[in-house]
């Protein structure tokens, strides 16, 4: 996968996150969001517990996951949809 569709991927997730946040504020406050191709796969309690899940969901390890928060906070890798070859 080329680097460009990575951050494509990752460019696509983030505008859907941010889009959505108002909405998610209400019911996954201090939840850890899963997403994969700009959908939300699920909401998690842990960073650890969304990453687990993303990468025994997708092979390829292309997902993001991102805090629902009112401030942005960055999350380095976990931030970003990534292969996991690429880690």
Not at 3 to 25: C, G, H, S, T, Y
Request: glycine residues 6%; proline residues 2%.
């Amino acid at each position: 996968m080329s680097d460009k569709k990575i951050q494509d991927e990752i460019d696509a997730n983030l505008e859907v996150f941010r889009r959505e946040m108002p909405n998610l504020l209400a019911e996954n406050h201090g939840k850890y969001a899963l997403l994969r191709h700009q959908e939300f796969a699920g909401f998690y309690d842990t960073i650890q517990d969304a990453v687990t899940a993303g990468d025994s969901a997708y092979n390829d390890g292309l997902f993001s996951v991102q805090l629902v928060t009112e401030t942005p906070v960055d999350l380095g890798f976990y931030s970003h949809a990534m292969r996991v070859a690429d880690a």
